[in-house]
Each structure stands twice: as C-alpha cells, then as structure tokens.
C-alpha cells in the first residue's frame, strides 16, 4: 500500500515519511567506505583538468553539526547544487530552479553523485569542455538537522542566511526527485502574478509644470512583460500572449539574474546600424514562431530589451508603490547586459527640453510620468502620458484595394478604420510604406480572413473603396500620418507594420 501512496502523489502533495524507516542515504554506502563512495564523482574529473577537490581519503569534520551548501551552477543549463553532509560525503542533488518558496509548489531535483566534503568550500570556473565546465558560486551554507532519511525520503530542518526552514525531498523514480517546502511561505511572500497586462499611457501634450513628473525616452517598439524564476524567463506581449520563443537572445536576462524572482516591464527593440529604433526591422522578429527561425534572425537582426519599470520583486509586488519608488527599486536590480538595459529616466528636468533631445537623436517621443503614480495594469491613465515627434495610429484592417502594375498580383491599399460607437469607422487607406515582404505577408493572411461584406459601419466613399475586398476585421496594424482631416481621416498615412500585440479592442483614436 505503502508504493501505491507514492504513485499516487502530485508535485504539489508533500511525501509520507513513516517512523522507523531505514535511515541510510540515497545512495548506499559499499564496504569501501568513503573512497569507495566517491569512485563515481572521480571517474568524471581530471585533476589535472579541473579545479574541483578530488576529497580526501579520509576527511577531516571542522564541526559536530552536519554542513550544508547550496551552489548556484552556470553550466550548460543555469541550476543549483543542493549537498548535504552525510557519511563523510555530500550526497547531492541538481534543481533546475532552485529551492522552492511556495509550499504550493514543488520544485524538481535530481540525484547526482556524492561530492567530497571539501567541495562545500569550492568556488571557481569549471573549464569549458570538461564535466560541468562553467562557473560556480556559493549561493549560501549552513549546518542542518536531520528528522528523516530513507532511501526514498529525506527531511531536513536548514539554518542557513537564505535558506532556512523544513524541506523533504523525495523520490518520484530513478534520478528523478522532488523537492518540498515543508514550512509555510515566509510572513507577506506572494508568487510571481500571471496574466497582468501593461500600464499604457495617454496621448497628451507635455505637462503644463514640470513639478512632480519624470520623463523617459518613448522607443520604437513593441511593449513586453518578462518574468524570471528560476533563471528561467517568460515573455508575455501587451495582450498576454506568450511570445518567449520570438527572442532567444532575452534568455541570457534570466541567467544574470539568477535566483532572483522579478516581473519587469519593458520595451523590445531592433536598433539599425545607426544605433537607432527601427519599427520596420522589428518586423522581422515579431511573427516568429518557430524556435530554429527565432534563433537565426536573432544572429541577424537582433533585439535589446529596455527595462523601465518593476511590477514584482522576490516574493513582494511592486504595483502599489508609487512611481519614484519603484524606480529605485528597478536600478537598484543593475540590469545592464549585452541585450537588455535600464535607460535613464529624467526627473527635475524641462520636458521640452527633454522631447527636443529625444527627436535631435532620432527617439521618437518622450513618455511623462507622475513621480507618485501607482502601476495600473492594463489601464490607460493620464498620470503617464505619451508625447511623439511625430503622430502614429493604430488601425483595424477592414479591407483593401487590389495592386496595379508591378502589385497587381497583392495589395494596392489598406482600407482601415477604428472602432467607435456605431462600430468599425473609416480612417482612410493607406498605400505607402510596405516592403515586398510585408506585401507577401498580409496577402496571405488576408485569403484566410476574406469576407463577402464589408466590416465598417455606415457609407463609405465609393470612389475610396470601388473595388475592395473586405476581410474579417481581426488584425491591427499601426501608420504614420500627418494630421485628422475635419471629417475623420488620416492624412498622408503612411504603413509602418502589424501589431500582433494589440487586440481590435484595444485601438482607440489618439489626437
């Protein structure tokens, strides 16, 4: 009955540890000894190759109480070694992500081979190429008391800096463990939150005083939520779709920041060669589905995450702090690194001043926040505030009107509209701005959506849309243009691409 309960568990469930068990270590001890114990650990490793201790053939104890270390491990895959004395070796296991927090949730461990008592104190650079090769560091150590050890089960109670408390591993099969936070989730903890959607600004001018208000730069790109655990990183788009896989070069984010848990909000960005946020390029990396592609257009066109606020941190949310707080807490994360930054934030500064520097470097606007402003999720608020060099508006795509000449196979125009009131409203057409590959790209997105009447409320002029074909309205895109006509439309638009990050529901006119 006993190997049924064990089946029968989920991750989340802790284990069933019986009084009286066999209080021998996972991995048994032969008659010879420690040596013996750690032929496996040395059939893996030259001495003459690595810096790591091949243990002493018997090792001398500095302490009666029984050692601990928890090693965080950048080697091929970011995880942390978790060692426990035992037996004059530190039996061991790999967690991919770490100690658990959450008693909710369990994390995985996996047995390896026992390690000498010296590698406790071992810090340094595995060599590439060999065993493990890649770098290690103490991520913290202590002494622990030990309530139960079977060969399936262990109970522990650690005292150590970060990792106090009651945890029990046990055997799910083979190599293959888990680990349980036995204690409760320290005093105020909460897990990362799910499914929050960005805080998005007004289309105001700039503020009439510059007292209470700081001003960022306003970059060409698509807005982005990351979020760390674990070294691992998930990137959710304006709309709350996974979108980790278009950017693989992002992931090296999570390793830097280790086992620090974080939810960060930011702006993903292609620079040209000019060093310069260009919308078209991004176009490339914003569709990309499949992993191998993701991982070829990144070598070649790729992208830099700007972090410009911090809605999560280790356990404590950041969203009802204000502004300037949490701006502090943000820089005080350092994260500066080959493809992700932090980019300064402008307080007791004109805003005037501040807009003209960001149009002289070819920045597209300035975004203005009150210094005192708490995070919204996914509402729009005054209290930020976007000012742009130029007028940009994102549009439902209703229609088109077929090409002429060298695009009389694909598109001539865009017929484009915003929701309103009564329904979808003309905006106009747009026939500029498109590359070959775009072209391609919306002609054959549009034979899957075609439709037999048109999507926009009310008369349109005829003149505009003689011989259109209409199309389910479902994708929005953005344009460029110069300035509102008196009855509604745009003037002088001109295509800069698709927004797969914003919903039809989502656009709304900006003036």
Not at 37 to 42: D, E, F, G, I, Q
Request: proline share 7%; charged share 25%.
């Amino acid at each position: 009955m006993a190997a049924k309960r064990r089946r029968s568990r989920t991750a989340a469930d802790p284990p069933e540890v019986a009084d009286g068990e066999d209080m021998s270590p996972p991995t048994r001890r032969r008659d010879g000894g420690t040596d013996e114990a750690l032929s496996p650990y040395r059939a893996k490793r030259r001495a003459d190759r690595t810096p790591e201790p091949m243990g002493a053939e018997t090792p001398a104890r500095a302490t009666e109480r029984m050692s601990f270390v928890i090693q965080e491990h950048h080697a091929r895959a970011l995880h942390w070694d978790f060692r426990l004395e035992r037996d004059g070796v530190l039996v061991s296991w790999a967690l991919p992500k770490g100690l658990p927090v959450d008693p909710k949730r369990n994390h995985l461990a996996v047995h390896t081979e026992d390690h000498p008592l010296e590698y406790g104190s071992f810090a340094g650079d595995i060599p590439a190429g060999e065993y493990g090769g890649g770098s290690v560091s103490i991520w913290d150590s202590g002494h622990y008391d030990c309530e139960k050890w079977s060969e399936r089960e262990v109970m522990v109670v650690l005292h150590g800096t970060r990792a106090a408390g009651r945890y029990v591993l046990f055997q799910t099969g083979g190599t293959q463990w888990m680990i349980h936070r036995m204690d409760p989730a320290p005093d105020g903890w909460e897990p990362l939150p799910e499914g929050l959607r960005p805080m998005l600004a007004t289309a105001a001018p700039l503020p009439a005083s510059d007292a209470g208000w700081s001003y960022e730069c306003k970059w060409d790109g698509v807005r982005a939520l990351v979020a760390v655990d674990g070294g691992r990183i998930r990137i959710t788009s304006r709309n709350d779709l996974d979108v980790t896989v278009s950017y693989p070069e992002l992931r090296a984010l999570g390793l830097a920041l280790g086992s620090r848990q974080v939810l960060l909000d930011g702006e993903i960005v292609a620079f040209d060669d000019a060093g310069r946020a260009s919308f078209s390029l991004l176009q490339q990396r914003m569709h990309v589905a499949d992993a191998a592609k993701a991982r070829r257009l990144a070598a070649q066109v790729p992208v830099s995450y700007l972090v410009f606020d911090v809605l999560h941190v280790d356990g404590r949310s950041t969203l009802d702090l204000p502004y300037e707080e949490r701006r502090q807490v943000l820089e005080s994360l350092e994260l500066a690194g080959e493809c992700w930054a932090t980019p300064p934030t402008f307080t007791g500064r004109s805003g005037a001043e501040v807009l003209r520097g960001a149009l002289a470097a070819g920045i597209e606007g300035v975004v203005c926040k009150r210094l005192d402003s708490r995070y919204l999720p996914g509402r729009r608020s005054d209290q930020w505030r976007k000012v742009k060099g130029v007028r940009t508006q994102e549009v439902v795509i209703g229609g088109y009107t077929p090409g002429q000449g060298h695009r009389a196979d694909t598109i001539g125009a865009l017929v484009v509209g915003i929701p309103g009131p009564s329904g979808l409203e003309y905006a106009g057409k747009v026939g500029t701005g498109f590359s070959d590959e775009s072209l391609r790209m919306l002609t054959a997105r549009f034979r899957r959506l075609a439709r037999a009447t048109s999507p926009f409320a009310g008369e349109l002029p005829r003149t505009q849309v003689r011989d259109a074909v209409w199309v389910r309205p479902s994708l929005v895109g953005e344009v460029e243009f110069s300035q509102w006509t008196k009855d509604g439309r745009m003037r002088h638009p001109t295509w800069r691409g698709l927004r797969p990050d914003i919903s039809p529901s989502e656009v709304h006119r900006t003036e």
